[in-house]
């Protein structure tokens, strides 16, 4: 199975933008369906966003729906969230998942999970 590695998580004033990157190793990536979570102290993990395997269906969570934009190039085994007009309770840690069977936002659908990238908004 992919291994996932995020990076692009910072600090960045309220009204900014961030792009995080996760790139997979191992088995073929574009044979799974790919999402973000994202997970504040002391929260839950909260879903985020979730694009399928040929990116021609994208989903998002309320939350940030208009500002933030999932992506993937299959070629370059890489998913991508672009994070725009950015607010302080966005703050958190920043997962990207897979799962070769769900499109979900649940997650315990994914088997597959990265370490996760810190994303800091001050105000």
């Known amino acids: 199975q992919v291994q996932l590695v995020e990076s692009g998580g910072g600090l960045v004033q309220a009204g900014g933008s961030l792009r995080l990157s996760c790139a997979a190793s191992g088995r073929t990536f574009s044979s799974y369906n790919a999402g973000w979570f994202r997970q504040a102290p002391g929260k839950e993990r909260e879903f985020v966003a979730v694009i399928n395997r040929s990116s021609d269906s994208t989903y998002y969570a309320d939350s940030v729906k208009g500002r933030f934009a999932i992506s993937r190039d299959n070629a370059k085994n890489t998913l991508y969230l672009q994070m725009n007009s950015l607010k302080p309770e966005d703050t958190a840690v920043y997962y990207c998942?897979?799962?070769?069977?769900?499109?979900?936002?649940?997650?315990?659908?994914?088997?597959?999970w990265g370490q996760g990238t810190q994303v800091t908004v001050s105000s």
């Open positions: 998942a897979a799962s070769r069977s769900s499109y979900s936002t649940l997650p315990r659908r994914y088997d597959v």
